[in-house]
Structures are given as C-alpha cells and as structure tokens.
C-alpha cells in the first residue's frame, strides 16, 4: 500500500539542528523526497535522494535513507529562523507521474 | 525561466459561478499537474497531464474540468462548486523522474 507518516511538530532553537523524520511503507518507491511550505506559498523542492543510496548531503541538508527500516531523515544544520515552515516528505514510483505526500512536519525555530 | 506561474492568487466565487484557475511554465517540463491543499493537509493529487494529455484523474468531481491547451498552459475549470470545495489549488510541473516538482504558489480559492 501507499502511506507515507511523519511527526506532526518539532520544535528547535535558533543555531540548532533539527532532524525531521519520515517512514513509508512501500517498497518499490524509487526517489523519495523533501518539499518545504512556507505560509501562503507553493511547495519548494529542497532535495531528494534516490532509493540505492543511503545519505545525501546538500549544504546544510543532510537526508539519510534506512530502507531495511523504510526510514526516511532530514537533518537541517545550523536551523535559523527562515528555516520555519512546514516539511513534507513525498515518495514517487517508477515513472514519476505520482507523488505520495506525508502529512508534514510544522517546524518551528525559536530565537 | 524556472518558475510554475499561476493567475489569480486569490478567488472568491459563488456555487452557481463558473470560473478558471490558469497555469503556466516555461522550462519544458512534460507533466502538469493540479493539487487540491486544505489547511494543515498535505497536497492531494486531482489530475495529471503528460504531453499535453490526461494521464491521471483521481476520481475528481465533474464540476471539475481541467484543460491543457499546450505543453506550457494548464487551466482548471470551476462550475457548480460546493463551499468544501474551498481550498488551495497548487499547479505543478515536472520533467518525470529524479527532478521532482516545481509547483506555483498557489491559488487561493473561497467558494461562498
């Protein structure tokens, strides 16, 4: 089946790293995904990772894929302020028309 | 041009109105997409269009008619709606496969 579960809330300090966690449940996803939201806008690809790799590193993100586990992180170096939105993992299968979007993670950084 | 455009931002219509939510990018991307987003809910997929024809219609209402006229332009046409229908209507867009989605910022929609 097609579910993918994510904390609701996390809360950090400016300075901080945030980890955000995601599972999914189903195998044969082939990328998996990290949008961000911030009030009133759009989606923001941030980064992905591809289902054969284990870690991707992009600046201050840092994505670690545990597929044994089927678990899915998103580590936020240094969190600022700006960094305040909500996250969302998604996972897509082969072919890439559709997106499975967990019911995302608000984050908030507090000063 | 690496943007998803989409006019207007905000919409407030009537149940007996008919109106349309217009799309647009310019990147080449060969799949549209349109998202239904109620707050504090993620995106949930209405339609998918791939080379300009439908390819994914997950069982949305009639009243909802969606419209690609090109590979750059996507509309939704709104007729008959329902006060629940009111949410944000996210375009997107993409190349398939790694890249993900480039989505717009959304239109806000007030059905009264």
């Known amino acids: 089946g097609e579910d993918v579960e994510q904390s609701l809330f996390l809360s950090v300090r400016e300075g901080d790293s945030s980890v955000i966690n995601c599972t999914y449940t189903?195998?044969?996803?082939?990328?998996l995904y990290w949008y961000k939201q911030e009030p009133g806008a759009g989606l923001q690809l941030l980064t992905y990772i591809f289902s054969n790799m284990d870690m991707k590193q992009d600046q201050r993100l840092t994505v670690l894929l545990n597929k044994k586990d089927k678990h899915l992180s998103l580590r936020i170096a240094d969190t600022q302020t700006g960094d305040s939105a909500i996250y969302f993992c998604a996972e897509v299968h082969t072919g890439g028309f559709k997106t499975i979007f967990g019911a995302g993670t608000r984050l908030f950084v507090k000063a | 041009d690496t943007e998803v455009t989409q006019t207007p931002k905000h919409l407030v219509m009537g149940m007996t109105n008919k109106k349309s939510l217009k799309c647009e990018q310019h990147m080449g991307h060969r799949a549209m997409y349109w998202y239904k987003q109620k707050a504090k809910k993620p995106p949930e997929l209405m339609f998918v269009y791939s080379y300009e024809k439908l390819s994914i219609n997950e069982s949305v209402p009639s009243r909802f008619s969606p419209e690609c006229p090109n590979s750059s332009l996507l509309n939704l046409h709104l007729h008959a709606l329902q006060p629940e229908d009111s949410a944000l209507y996210l375009c997107a867009s993409s190349q398939g496969g790694a890249q993900g989605y480039t989505f717009g910022s959304g239109t806000r929609l007030t059905v009264v």
């Open positions: 189903d195998s044969s996803s082939t990328y």
